[in-house]
């Protein structure tokens, strides 16, 4: 595998944002030695997402190549796979289609995952870019828009946002050597269902490798306006039910392989209800009441899905069992 960067650009009907996302990697300032290359991957794009692309980086007559390759697969994580498939380069980033990283990315990015062995993931300090300013509630949901700082200070952390993700091809070669996938699709289409991210950081330090956070890594975060009302973080909730269970399981499994599915189920079971109780009043009292309301609503879905569907529970800490400890040695 040589050594350089690649950069993968996800997209979905993305022919509206993918300009701006390419101008911004146009701009990269980087030492003539370090080889980078694009690769746009189209997943099941109902546009001419791909062809825009192409077109448009052509125009740049920028000196680093880009290609766009085909994902029929639904989902962020397939793409981001097939892109690491397609990568001629030991180091990748994930850049997805509203990310305007910052001229000196591609450089600091590739400087910091190759300053020490045991990194394997690198996150940046993505700040936001909003068409408008939807109020000061938004502030409490920057995070769940992959928007923030993970610290103050470099330093390790035990997961980062997927915007701008750096990370080592080699740890979806060690991923796939040991019979371990990933089982969050992540984003499908338009649903803002999530936690690809967050599980890539979880199997990643499982199978050895640290995660480190730098502010001095930055980029920006374009929003959609779609996404900025407080709708949509009710639709999104709902539809990431499921995601927050699946990860509740796996971080308790990859830190104690001999819990089981009794002990995991009644813990969480108890955390959602502490929260419940936490939030209830702070939903008719606190200063941050929507924030205090979205809480609560998620950890009452919990809690009912719980309820009904602990077969489903239950298998799943089965699946997850597998894919971690009964894959190939």
């Not at 509206?16 to 911004?24: E, Q, V």
């Not at 480190?212 to 890594?217: K, Q």
């Not at 809480?295 to 800490?317: A, G, P, S």
Request: proline residues 3%; glycine residues 6%.
């Amino acid at each position: 595998m040589n050594s350089g960067v690649s950069v993968i650009i996800c997209c979905y009907n993305s022919a509206s944002r993918i300009k701006d996302t390419l101008y911004y990697l146009s701009k990269q300032v980087y030492e003539p030695n370090l080889f980078w290359e694009i690769i746009v991957v189209d997943n099941a794009s109902l546009d001419n997402s791909g062809e825009v692309a192409a077109t448009f980086w052509k125009s740049t007559r920028t000196n680093v190549s880009l290609k766009v390759v085909n994902e029929a697969i639904p989902g962020l994580s397939a793409a981001r796979k097939r892109g690491v498939m397609e990568a001629n380069y030991n180091v990748v980033i994930f850049c997805d289609d509203d990310n305007h990283l910052e001229p000196n990315y591609v450089t600091t990015g590739n400087h910091l995952i190759r300053s020490r062995e045991e990194i394997g993931i690198v996150g940046a300090w993505v700040k936001p870019k909003l068409p408008f300013n939807p109020g000061l509630w938004i502030l409490d949901f920057y995070p769940a828009l992959a928007i923030g700082k993970r610290a103050e200070t470099p330093g390790w952390v035990d997961w980062i946002f997927g915007a701008g993700m750096v990370i080592k091809r080699e740890i979806f070669l060690e991923l796939a050597r040991r019979g371990i996938d990933t089982m969050l699709s992540d984003r499908v289409g338009t649903k803002q269902t999530s936690g690809g991210d967050a599980e890539i950081c979880v199997l990643a330090r499982f199978i050895g490798y640290k995660i480190f956070f730098s502010p001095e890594l930055q980029l920006y975060h374009a929003i959609s306006a779609h996404r900025l009302s407080r709708m949509s973080f009710i639709k999104a909730n709902h539809l990431n039910v499921y995601p927050l269970i699946y990860l509740y399981i796996l971080e308790r499994l990859v830190k104690d392989q001999s819990q089981t599915s009794s002990r995991l189920y009644s813990g969480y079971v108890i955390e959602c209800l502490g929260k419940i109780t936490h939030f209830f009043p702070r939903v008719l009292f606190g200063k941050h009441n929507f924030y205090s309301f979205i809480m609560l609503y998620q950890n009452i879905q919990l809690v009912f899905w719980m309820l009904f569907r602990r077969k489903k529970f239950r298998h799943t800490v089965k699946e997850v069992y597998q894919n971690l400890y009964h894959a190939r040695a």
